[in-house]
């Protein structure tokens, strides 16, 4: 089970300019341990949240990456770019923006929110024959990307002064924000690129919470700002259980569901409960894959379940 206090979910608020992994270096090195990832890349000009995982809280990365992200974004009507963002080359110049209407702005966010079908940008960190799209385009490739399916849940106008318009989006994991402003631009028959772009939430958690990068050397706000990984996973279904079962699923062994504790709650990163479902199978038909393991407040195990057995996927040694 997690107890090293540098096993941690850390909320950092992303300035701009320095890269994803800019923050994830100055995180190593302030913190003291090589082993320190992210859950999303953010472009250099973009701010905000960036959830690191630190230590074995490495382990839970993959599932806070697949969260849905919440943005502010500024797009600038008429003028469109070969990267799709400010720090591009201006490709095309259109008139009619200053003839748009609020109504027919919203009109054409609504179109685009819901499933839709997005074409990734050519300069993103796609990677394409193992080798990211940024890189080739860089070299003058243009490679045909197929479009993929995201979904938008909210894409909703906030501040409108031409040709500049804002957004506030809240999208699955993998949507490409230059893109929408992209495709906002084409809906509106005049294009755009995206101006700024800051991350305001992944899931539940909020940015209001981050750090700031220049705080990572201090103990006490690390301190009082890291998430558990136990808590970082309270969007999951999660057991609790004795020490025994804690034992077994350590070494890597099923468990039965019977086995697990019905009732009780696990944290939440904001101080409320999740409650905790009945143990046996019979008894708790919505338990699910994955589930989070706890014993006494410590996670042991993400596991699967399945035939009324938790099968450890993933394992936290204490």
């Known amino acids: 089970m997690i107890d090293h206090p540098r096993d941690m979910v850390l909320p950092v608020d992303k300035p701009s300019g320095p890269t994803s992994h800019d923050i994830v270096d100055l995180a190593r090195r302030e913190i003291g341990t090589r082993r320190v990832g992210h859950t999303g890349t953010l472009d250099p000009f973009a701010s905000g949240l960036l959830l690191l995982c630190v230590g074995r809280a490495t382990r839970v990365a993959e599932y806070l990456t697949a969260l849905d992200k919440t943005y502010q974004a500024t797009m600038r009507l008429g003028r469109t770019t070969d990267t799709l963002d400010r720090e591009g080359r201006v490709v095309r110049e259109r008139e009619g923006w200053a003839a748009l209407g609020p109504e027919e702005i919203v009109a054409a966010l609504e179109r685009l929110t819901g499933e839709i079908d997005q074409v990734p940008p050519q300069y993103s960190a796609k990677k394409v024959d193992g080798e990211a799209m940024h890189r080739r385009a860089r070299r003058g490739e243009r490679v045909e990307l197929e479009s993929r399916r ?10 409108l002064e031409l040709p500049l318009l804002g957004v506030r989006v809240r999208c699955s994991s993998g949507t490409y924000v230059r893109s929408l402003a992209r495709d906002v631009g084409e809906a509106l028959g005049v294009g755009a690129h995206l101006t700024d772009l800051r991350r305001t939430a992944i899931g539940g958690f909020d940015v209001e919470r981050a750090l700031p990068p220049e705080a990572l050397g201090d103990r006490a706000r690390v301190a009082a700002s ?10 999951l279904p999660s057991l609790q259980v004795g020490e025994e079962a804690a034992r077994r699923l350590g070494q890597g062994q099923a468990v039965a569901l019977a086995d697990a504790e019905a009732g009780g709650t696990l944290p939440l990163p904001r101080g409320s409960a999740l409650p905790v479902p009945g143990a046996a199978a019979e008894r708790a038909p919505g338990v699910e894959s994955p589930v989070v393991v706890a014993c006494a407040g410590q996670i042991v195990a993400i596991a699967e379940a399945r035939g009324g057995l938790l099968h450890p996927k993933k394992v936290f040694h204490g």
């Open 150 to 159: 995201v979904t938008v849940h909210e894409l909703a106008l906030a501040a």
């Open 226 to 235: 890291a998430i558990s990984p136990l808590a970082s996973l309270a969007h």
